[in-house]
């Protein structure tokens, strides 16, 4: 049973870069097709897909976001990360991180979600 | 990029009702759809697959149908603890979740 588990700063200031890290626990990210993503949730809001990564280090990011994210995997330690840059009060949100085999692109293992704050 | 939109936003209902909710893209995405459950504070549990298969461990009164671009989520007998708020999910380009539909106590 995979278990992810997301850490990082909960306050960010305007125009600076967020930083997330997940950590998996149950299993290892180099499993075969087996990707690592990214979700986010503002406040009272739905959830928007930021992207994805596999262990041997493809990316695929979300079209609205992609000039701002990078998505790294660190497979020493089992661990993935986002880096979002330029953040706005718009990116305020509750970030989760989130796994799915490829032959579905379901999430079916996620974490339990952090909440990052944009503000000075 | 494909859109997709819930119908309706939200829904009121009595223990024991049968709820539909309605899920499209934006163009055909075959059987590429999941469907989640959310309650608040908590993450999205995945409930349905590829359109119509049941997530192991998910309650037989949820089922889901459809393809191409317009798909439904069942709950044949709705229960207290399936207050919530439901999302559809396309996979056929990229990862796109529908806004949402909420299904609260009548």
């Known amino acids: 049973q995979l278990q992810l588990q997301e850490s990082g700063p909960g306050l960010v200031k305007p125009s600076e870069t967020l930083s997330l890290t997940c950590s998996v626990s149950?299993?290892?990210?180099?499993?075969?097709?087996?990707?690592w993503g990214w979700i986010r949730q503002p406040p009272g809001k739905g959830l928007e897909w930021i992207g994805s990564?596999?262990?041997?280090?493809?990316?695929y990011y979300n079209p609205s976001l992609k000039s701002r994210v990078t998505i790294s995997v660190d497979t020493s330690k089992n661990q993935f990360s986002l880096k979002l840059s330029s953040v706005t009060a718009a990116d305020t949100a509750v970030y989760y991180c989130?796994?799915?085999?490829?032959?579905?692109?379901?999430?079916?293992?996620w974490g339990q979600g952090t909440l990052v704050t944009v503000s000075s | 990029d494909i859109q997709m939109t819930q119908s309706p936003s939200s829904v009121s209902a009595s223990v024991g009702d049968r709820v539909t909710i309605t899920c499209r893209a934006s163009?055909?995405?075959?059987?590429?759809l999941a469907w989640y459950q959310q309650k608040p504070g908590n993450a999205p549990k995945l409930l349905i697959y590829?359109?119509?298969s049941l997530q192991s461990g998910v309650p037989s009164r949820f089922s889901g149908s459809g393809s191409g671009t317009d798909f439904t989520l069942t709950i044949s007998s709705l229960q207290p603890e399936d207050f919530a708020t439901y999302y559809c999910?396309?996979?056929?380009?990229?990862?796109?979740f529908g806004p949402g539909t909420k299904v609260d106590i009548k």
């Open positions: 989130a796994s799915y085999d490829s032959s579905g692109s379901n999430f079916d293992y």
């Open positions: 163009q055909g995405i075959s059987s590429w």
């Open positions: 990564i596999y262990y041997s280090g493809s990316t």
């Open positions: 999910q396309q996979a056929n380009s990229f990862l796109t």
């Open positions: 590829a359109a119509s």
């Open positions: 149950g299993g290892s990210i180099s499993r075969s097709s087996y990707y």
